[in-house]
């Protein structure tokens, strides 16, 4: 269970540290002279991407969750 948990840190922080943005929206925000509405941007996008995926991964813990306890 230890080790579960270790990866699903470590997989969670590396998936926060991803550049999000595509080819186009780069573009055009390095054009401009400050770096931090970029940086808000790509913030944003993971932000907005990494919710679904903690959502599932929760209803998927407790559906499995709950058919362990019911073969109990």
Do not use: H, W
Not at 5 to 16: G, K, Q, S
Not at 51 to 69: E, S
């Amino acid at each position: 269970m230890k080790n579960k948990l270790v990866f699903i840190l470590v997989f969670f922080l590396l998936f926060l540290k991803t550049n999000a943005q595509c080819a186009m929206c780069r573009a055009v925000l390095e054009s401009e002279e400050g770096q931090t509405a970029a940086e808000g941007i790509n913030d944003g996008i993971v932000y907005l991407m990494a919710i679904p995926y903690i959502l599932v991964g929760g209803i998927i813990f407790f559906i499995y969750k709950k058919y362990n306890t019911l073969k109990k």
